[in-house]
Antibody, heavy 120, light 108 residues
Framework: QVQLVESGGGVVQPGRSLRLSCAAS????????MHWVRQAPGKGLEWVAV????????YYAESAKGRFTISRDNSKNTLYLQMNSLRAEDTAVYYCAKDRWSGDFDYFDFWGQGILVTVS | EIVMTQSPATLSVSPGERATLSCRASQSVSSDLAWYQQKPGQAPRLLIYGASTRATGIPARFSGSGSGTEFTLTISSLQSEDFAVYYCQQYNNWPPWTFGQGTKVEIK
């Protein structure tokens, strides 16, 4: 069964950096695009970034451009989100999510349990 | 960017009753519309994709309809485990992938 397990969250001061990881199992990781989605406390879902199956294509939300970098290591079945220059408004639960499509991008068919990042 | 608007924000329904949730897109997304369910403290779960196709393991009481800019999620007979927040998402025109603000289905 598909499993996505995020790690690396915690409390960080404004302006500092943090790297999130998402360990994937139960599917051929290298065949699928992967996303990061976040949810601020008590708020809705906000897409953050996506990376194609081979890492060649990456897209970011405006709120993440220039500060966040998505990457992946297919040999380790792991997705990453490097977050720099963190702001209070980046405080959220961060989810990794699997794209359902092995070609282009589509909807998200599996989600991790999420990891809390608090910028304070 | 396509803006997704859900209504109502909160829906109070008695167990066994029907719930109808709406989602509107600011421009046509064809049938590239998904619905997700999120319970407190849990990750979102895919319910519906392609506006009307149930994801694997989703009970038949969940149904989706619509195309273009107007979409509906119907829960035919609410069970206790269905009280949650529901989000619609468009995946027609990206980036970004955009979500509605959510509809909370609560016990009346």
């Amino acid at each position: 069964q598909v499993q996505l397990v995020e790690s690396g969250g915690g409390v960080v001061q404004p302006g500092r950096s943090l790297r999130l990881s998402c360990a994937a199992s139960g599917f051929t990781f290298s065949a699928y695009g992967m996303h990061w989605v976040r949810q601020a406390p008590g708020k809705g879902l906000e897409w953050v970034a996506v990376i194609s199956n081979d890492g060649s294509n990456k897209y970011y939300a405006e709120s993440a451009k220039g500060r966040f970098t998505i990457s992946r290591d297919n040999s380790k079945n792991t997705l990453y989100l490097q977050m720099n220059s963190l702001r209070a408004e980046d405080t959220a639960v961060y989810y990794c999510a699997k794209d359902r499509w092995s070609g282009d991008f589509d909807y998200f068919d599996f989600w991790g349990q999420g990891i809390l990042v608090t910028v304070s | 960017e396509i803006v997704m608007t859900q209504s109502p924000a909160t829906l109070s329904v008695s167990p066994g009753e029907r719930a109808t949730l709406s989602c509107r897109a600011s421009q046509s997304v064809s049938s590239d519309l998904a619905w997700y369910q999120q319970k407190p403290g849990q990750a979102p779960r895919l319910l519906i994709y392609g506006a009307s196709t149930r994801a694997t393991g989703i009970p038949a009481r969940f149904s989706g309809s619509g195309s273009g800019t107007e979409f509906t999620l119907t829960i035919s007979s609410l069970q206790s485990e269905d009280f949650a927040v529901y989000y619609c998402q468009q995946y027609n025109n990206w980036p970004p992938w955009t979500f509605g603000q959510g509809t909370k289905v609560e016990i009346k």
